[in-house]
């Protein structure tokens, strides 16, 4: 057996395309989307991540404005410029790069954003939503693995899911949205005993822990389907995922890959949110 990939970079470029005429669309009616993004600081992936948002809402008409912010900004100063941005009809969307620095909770920052732009899904109030199963925006990586799985038209309905990892970022939302869907959830992590007879149990497979190549192919059930999110440097420099991907090619039935498996994804989905942002504007 030899796993089909999951493409998630050609997944995102059709979802960029059909966002594409929905932009044309909302210009016509004399909306043009905006997106504020924040970066707080220098760091490098921080940097790469936002330089690749700002380009693909370039290549999709999103308008982007961009605000960099030196490493010592303080957090009043953070806030302030997060409640102009609230209260600008010209944005629709306001994502702060995490992490921040050390001198700013990015609890506070998030809370402070105007649930209505939230586009990464964070604030408390669209994560509530997620929770109880009301509209809201969702968190953009959990998002777009939702996608994937759809893609090569996999029914969840019924099957064993597991995630490794419970950030609020993609863990916990992730398993709520597979819950959806009519999984069977288990949520794995740092602390469960006996991971690898955990995850051969999984028919779904989501490796979200941050550790190069944590799963191995032992670690999957044969014909699993297994989307990695992690985003690792092997001991070579070279990325990779939490996923062992070579090994587990002969085992798996489906596999995303890193890179080009969820970041394009990641992206896409919120490019997704901030014009879901303006239509619910206009339908309120």
Request: contains cysteine.
């Amino acid at each position: 057996m030899t796993a089909k990939l999951i493409d998630g970079k050609a997944l995102a470029a059709s979802i960029r395309a059909d966002l594409k005429g929905r932009v044309e669309k909302l210009k016509a009616q004399g909306h043009c989307p905006g997106l504020a993004v924040i970066l707080v600081g220098d760091n490098p992936a921080s940097q790469v991540y936002v330089r690749n948002k700002i380009k693909a809402c370039a290549d999709t008409g999103i308008k982007s404005l961009e605000y960099r912010l030196p490493a010592e900004t303080t957090e009043a100063e953070l806030l302030a410029l997060i409640d102009r941005l609230n209260k600008d009809d010209a944005v629709d969307g306001i994502l702060v790069q995490l992490p921040v620095p050390d001198q700013i909770n990015d609890e506070r920052v998030i809370a402070a954003i105007d649930p209505r732009k939230d586009v990464d899904g964070f604030h408390p109030i669209n994560a509530g939503n997620l929770v109880v199963g009301r509209p809201g925006f969702l968190p953009c990586t959990p998002y777009g693995v939702m996608k994937m799985i759809e893609s090569v038209g996999y029914d969840l309905s019924g099957k064993r899911a597991v995630v490794v990892g419970r950030s609020n970022i993609v863990g916990k939302p992730q398993a709520l949205l597979l819950l959806r869907r009519n999984a069977t959830v288990t949520i794995a992590h740092s602390r469960t005993q006996n991971l690898s007879e955990v995850t051969r149990e999984a028919d779904v497979l989501i490796a979200a822990v941050g550790r190069a190549k944590l799963i191995k192919a032992d670690m999957i059930k044969p014909g699993a389907l297994v989307i990695d999110v992690g985003m690792n440097r092997d001991e070579n420099g070279r990325l990779c995922g939490d996923v062992d991907t070579q090994a587990a090619l002969d085992v798996a039935g489906w596999i995303s890959p890193v890179p080009g498996g969820v970041g394009p994804m990641t992206i896409a989905m919120l490019l997704t949110n901030t014009v879901e942002a303006v239509e619910r504007r206009l339908l309120a």
